[in-house]
């Protein structure tokens, strides 16, 4: 009974989905290269159709049409942007998701002069969505990610 509230609960909260994203642009001024990583899929998911290989290729080629480099990943690049997506099979009529974009870029501590890597941009939504729309309803939330990404990019170099 409370996993069934639970899911009502959340399929009510996500159903359209929840965005979050409160940071500076500044970050992305004179970015021109980026490598792209994508976390693994749990196997539920990849047995669903979700696959990693496709999604790199989805963000990959959104981001080319935006002007931006894309450089192997290991390779040297102005920055890394990460992509994870967490999915749940809740029962046979809901998958539970979320996805997290995030720029990783080489940054100095003011305190110390230190260089390291933080993140300086992202953004994600949580959603739920029927299984028949699972693949799609995930690849359209990396999509916005991705798109969310490329407009505050052009913003900052137009």
Same mark, same amino acid.
């Given at each position: 009974?409370?996993?069934? #509230?639970?899911?009502?609960?959340?399929?009510?909260?996500? !159903? !359209?989905?929840?965005? #979050?994203?409160?940071? !500076?642009?500044?970050?992305?001024?004179?970015?021109?290269?980026?490598?792209? #990583?994508?976390? *693994?899929?749990?196997?539920?998911?990849?047995?669903?159709g979700?696959? /990693?290989?496709?999604?790199? #290729?989805?963000?990959?080629?959104?981001?080319?049409?935006?002007?931006?480099?894309?450089?192997?990943?290991?390779?040297?690049?102005?920055?890394?942007?990460?992509? &994870? /997506? *967490?999915?749940?099979?809740? *029962?046979?009529?809901?998958?539970?998701?979320?996805?997290?974009?995030?720029?990783?870029?080489?940054?100095?501590? $003011?305190r110390?002069?230190?260089?390291?890597?933080?993140? $300086?941009?992202?953004?994600?939504?949580?959603?739920?969505?029927?299984?028949q729309?699972? /693949?799609?309803?995930?690849?359209t939330? /990396?999509?916005?990610?991705?798109?969310?990404?490329?407009?505050?990019?052009?913003?900052? &170099?137009?």
């Amino acid at each position: 009974m409370k996993k069934l #509230a639970a899911i009502a609960a959340l399929s009510s909260l996500v !159903s !359209s989905g929840i965005h #979050a994203q409160e940071v !500076s642009t500044g970050s992305l001024k004179y970015l021109s290269t980026v490598s792209v #990583a994508v976390s *693994n899929v749990e196997k539920d998911a990849e047995a669903a159709g979700l696959s /990693v290989s496709q999604l790199t #290729a989805d963000i990959e080629q959104k981001l080319r049409r935006s002007r931006l480099g894309i450089v192997e990943k290991g390779k040297k690049s102005d920055g890394l942007i990460y992509v &994870n /997506v *967490n999915a749940m099979k809740v *029962n046979d009529y809901l998958w539970a998701y979320h996805v997290q974009l995030v720029l990783e870029q080489g940054v100095v501590l $003011t305190r110390s002069g230190f260089p390291c890597v933080g993140r $300086t941009w992202w953004t994600g939504t949580l959603g739920a969505t029927r299984p028949q729309d699972f /693949v799609t309803d995930v690849r359209t939330a /990396v999509g916005q990610a991705v798109d969310s990404f490329i407009k505050d990019y052009r913003a900052e &170099n137009p």
